[in-house]
T-cell receptor, first 115, second 116 residues
Framework: EAQVTQNPRYLITVTGKKLTVTCSQN?????MSWYRQDPGLGLRQIYY???????DKGDVPEGYKVSRKEKRNFPLILESPSPNQTSLYFC??????????????FGNGTRLTVT | AQSVAQPEDQVNVAEGNPLTVKCTYS??????LFWYVQYPNRGLQFLLK??????LVKGSYGFEAEFNKSQTSFHLKKPSALVSDSALYFC??????????????FGSGTRLQVQP
């Protein structure tokens, strides 16, 4: 089954304790992206990757890191989480290249709480 | 900068009645427009998109959307609502000319509640 898999689904942590949220897709998509969803704000892009070893900042990158060492994986790293990073996080992927109108495929989300 | 407005936080409709979820956008040049649906505890699922051509776009689960360039709108519609359509709906836009970042701008979402 074609899917984007995020782990964990739920995560409670404390301020300053480094964490990683994993994301993996099995559709051989070039493009991957991380979003955060906050009430009343919709989804905002954190980072994206056009292909392996190619990453760039989205609209709200502060406090986050990503890496793309393999095509299928795109982990999100919070090196020193803070309470304002409490949110619902989504990983998404789509075809790359010239397929700029291809729809995004989303994971089921990771609900992060930072106390 | 591109933007999307979904003016209604919630839309209530009776089962069997037609539904409309509104979306207006702002973008430089021609738009690519999308609708996504989010069910509880799930990620967003693609419903339909407008790229070019016919202004009436048909998508999954009987939904359709009408692109209106003069009004910069892309309203989501369904002739007969089902209780199972109750979910959170997001409109999204990107500029067709933006061949770089490919970032979609999402609206804030509209919760659709269909009453039996």
């Amino acid at each position: 089954e074609a899917q984007v898999t995020q782990n964990p689904r739920y995560l409670i942590t404390v301020t300053g304790k480094k964490l990683t949220v994993t994301c993996s897709q099995n559709m051989n998509h070039e493009y991957m992206s991380w979003y955060r969803q906050d009430p009343g704000l919709g989804l905002r892009q954190i980072y994206y990757s056009m292909n392996v070893e190619v990453t760039d900042k989205g609209d709200v990158p502060e406090g986050y890191k990503v890496s793309r060492k393999e095509k299928r994986n795109f982990p999100l790293i919070l090196e020193s989480p803070s309470p304002n990073q409490t949110s619902l996080y989504f990983c998404a992927s789509s075809l790359g290249g010239g397929a700029y109108n291809s729809p995004l495929h989303f994971g089921n989300g990771t609900r992060l709480t930072v106390t | 900068a591109q933007s999307v407005a979904q003016p209604e936080d919630q839309v209530n409709v009776a089962e069997g009645n037609p539904l409309t979820v509104k979306c207006t956008y702002s973008v430089s040049g021609n738009p690519y427009l999308f609708w996504y649906v989010q069910y509880p505890n799930r990620g967003l699922q693609f419903l339909l998109k407008y790229i070019t051509g016919d202004n009436l776009v048909k998508g999954s689960y009987g939904f359709e959307a009408e692109f209106n360039k003069s009004q910069t709108s892309f309203h989501l519609k369904k002739p007969s609502a089902l209780v199972s359509d109750s979910a959170l709906y997001f409109c999204a836009v990107r500029a067709a000319m933006d061949t770089g970042r490919r970032a979609l701008t999402f609206g804030s979402g509209t919760r659709l509640q269909v009453q039996p």
